[in-house]
Nanobody, 116 residues
Framework: QVQLVESGGGLVQAGGSLRLSCAASGNIFSANTMGWYRQAPGGTRELVATIFTDAEPKYSHTVRDRFILFRDHIRPNTVYLQMNSLEPDDTSAYLC?????????WGKGTLVTVSS
């Protein structure tokens, strides 16, 4: 089993920034993919950004150039999502995801609200 603990959501004005964090613990594999998805009320879950081990992150085109996903160099099973230039359309529940050895785990989510 893998546990994911997320933090960092909140309310911010358009143009502002937030940083989300997700720490994975438990039966961790060194080779893994971690990342963030988001789901707005009544909407479908969509990919925001993912990173495989120490490879270059991959981003949704909607957040590319505004969001940065990176791993903690000391605690590589912790990832951060730096969200800049936030827009009202970024309002959503953000869910952390961990995948390794064909197993898939999700965090409970953290809410991000961007006011106009």
């Amino acid at each position: 089993q893998v546990q994911l603990v997320e933090s960092g959501g909140g309310l911010v004005q358009a143009g502002g920034s937030l940083r989300l964090s997700c720490a994975a613990s438990g039966n961790i594999f060194s080779a893994n993919t971690m990342g963030w998805y988001r789901q707005a009320p009544g909407g479908t879950r969509e990919l925001v950004a993912t990173i495989f081990t120490d490879a270059e992150p991959k981003y949704s085109h909607t957040v590319r150039d505004r969001f940065i996903l990176f791993r903690d160099h000391i605690r590589p099973n912790t990832v951060y999502l730096q969200m800049n230039s936030l827009e009202p359309d970024d309002t959503s529940a953000y869910l952390c995801n961990y995948v390794a050895e064909t197993k898939d785990y999700w965090g409970k989510g953290t809410l991000v609200t961007v006011s106009s």
